[in-house]
């Protein structure tokens, strides 16, 4: 932060050296910051408001219109007169390719039912980042499969030390 020019503390003709200034309000801080940010990106589905909300923030920000979204970090939508459609097929179709289970029958359960898993138990792997990998695509995974997320919290626990049957029960 600098101060501003020609500011001076009262009685004072000029600061002191190493002069530090108190900052009142954090700009993010706030405990209405996130309402207000919706307040001001928050449009109906008038085209009028939304092509309204776009021209402001041309105005301020270089901004390129895309069209419609289709494809987002991995997140499929599809829009219908009844809503919006969220998936990740494309997602867990290239998990599923990278793992060589595309040809895999589906499974009833995500995982083994009463698997026990330890700390322990099996061989260490002899790439841990393979695994963390697994997990962690296994993890944004179950944005749209919520289903998942017991099992996945399940391996998650083991990532510092993933053994051979950890990576199975992943797969």
Known sequence: MTIPAGYSPPGET???????????KSLYGLKQASRQWYAKFSTSNDELAVQKLKSNLDAKFKLKDLGPLHFFLGLEIARTERGISISQRPYALQILEETSFLGCKPAATPMEVNLKLSQDDGEELSDPALYRRLIGKLLYLTITRPDLSYDVNKLSQFLSKPRLPHFQAAQ
């Open 14 to 24: 000029r600061l002191p050296p190493n002069a530090v200034c108190k900052l009142n």
